[in-house]
Nanobody, 119 residues
Framework: QVRLVESGGGLVQAGGSLRLSCAAS????????MGWDRQAPGKQRELVAR???????NYADSVKGRFTISRDNAKNTMYLQMNSLKPEDTAVYYC?????????????WGQGTQVTVSS
């Protein structure tokens, strides 16, 4: 079983920065693509950014130039550096990954971390 745990959310003023982390744990697994989604109240969940095992990166247009996704494969950890935050970035941010575990390929989700940006 593979588990993802997020950390780093919180309350910040507009224009501020936060750094989210997502650590994967388990036994006999490897991580392929990792990414971040977010869901604001009353809205659908949306992709924020994703990074492949080969470091191919995609961003939502709304965060390009402000957010940076990265990963440390040795630590099975992914990061999301969020700068110039806006009130519309307020949401629950979910870490996700495609993991290989004992020959099976499976999607894995974290429990989510709240990011609140005040105006």
């Amino acid at each position: 079983q593979v588990r993802l745990v997020e950390s780093g959310g919180g309350l910040v003023q507009a224009g501020g920065s936060l750094r989210l982390s997502c650590a994967a744990s388990g036994s006999s697994f490897s991580i392929r693509t990792m990414g971040w989604d977010r869901q604001a109240p009353g809205k659908q969940r949306e992709l924020v950014a994703r990074i492949s095992s080969g470091d191919t990166i995609n961003y939502a247009d709304s965060v390009k130039g402000r957010f940076t996704i990265s990963r440390d494969n040795a630590k099975n950890t992914m990061y999301l550096q969020m700068n110039s935050l806006k009130p519309e970035d307020t949401a629950v941010y979910y870490c996700k990954a495609v993991a290989t575990n004992r020959g099976a390929i499976m999607p894995v989700w974290g429990q989510g971390t709240q990011v609140t940006v005040s105006s």
